[in-house]
């Protein structure tokens, strides 16, 4: 599926504001971008966009939705209830 940039728009509702966010995380996670981004980005920047980033993983995210979604193991289990 083509993502389409056009309608990425926030404020509204709060439907489209997720849409908007899933799209908006999908172009932003394309590799050019990603390293190019990356690659400008001061050390400082870097640990203030992880620390928050991670945060709101840690927030919204079971640890084996963490491992399964976000690191793409799918051989991590927890017994904790999710």
Partial sequence: MKLDASKICFGL????????????????????????????????EIIRFVDHFMDLLRSHLSENEYHGLFLGDTHHHHDDKE
């Avoid at 997720?18 to 932003?28: D, H, P, V």
């Avoid at 981004?37 to 001061?42: E, P, Q, T």
Wanted: charged share 30%; proline share 0%; hydrophobic share 40%.
């Fill in 13 to 44: 509702t709060e439907e489209l504001d997720r849409q908007s966010l899933a799209t908006f995380l999908q172009l932003g996670g394309q590799e050019e971008l990603a390293k190019l981004l990356a690659s400008r980005l001061s050390s400082e």
